[in-house]
């Protein structure tokens, strides 16, 4: 499958959490920045650097979008204001994105799966989405040769270059 010719690219300052297990389970389609509806002790563990989106999922619910089984661990110092760490958190995104989102989810059969947890040059926590298909396992074998391929081709040039 070709690669989408221009990747948008976001601006990221400090990554807090990253799913790199997505991009091997699928190919990513388009990506989307949403915003992300946080409490105040969520935030503070968030900016320590704790966090996981590693088996989290998006769901699109009417006119809103949820982040699903998104870890943010509790706030040491946040003693009886904590926040429940698996609770479903809202996205913030525009009424015309969701609608796209909601369209090729099922119309298409995509995925919503979120890459990465950042904040941006503003201080606002932000998560990248992705609107995905699912790899079969031909496909996944075929990204671990590449992967291999590209690592050994470094070696090759590090040794002979």
């Known amino acids: 499958m070709s690669k989408p010719a221009a990747i948008q690219e976001f601006d990221k300052a400090k990554v807090v959490a990253e799913n790199r297990r997505a991009r091997f389970d699928y190919f990513v389609e388009e990506r989307f920045e949403a915003g992300i509806e ?20 998006a769901l699109v619910e009417g006119e809103e979008v949820f982040l699903i089984n998104s870890h943010i661990p509790q706030y040491g110092a946040g003693s009886w204001m904590n926040h429940e760490p698996r609770r479903q958190r809202k996205l913030l995104l525009r009424t015309k994105e969701i609608d796209k989102l909601q369209g090729a ?42 992967r291999d391929w590209k690592r050994e081709q470094g070696r090759l040039l590090r040794n002979h270059g």
């Open 38 to 57: 946080l409490r105040g002790t969520e935030v503070k563990a968030l900016r320590t650097g704790e966090g996981s989106i590693a088996e989290s999922y």
């Open 105 to 146: 989810i099922t119309r298409q059969g995509l995925t919503l799966v979120p890459l990465s947890l950042y904040f941006n040059s503003r201080g606002r926590a932000k998560v990248e989405l992705a609107l995905a298909r699912g790899k079969k396992a031909h496909d996944k074998r075929e990204t671990i040769k590449e």
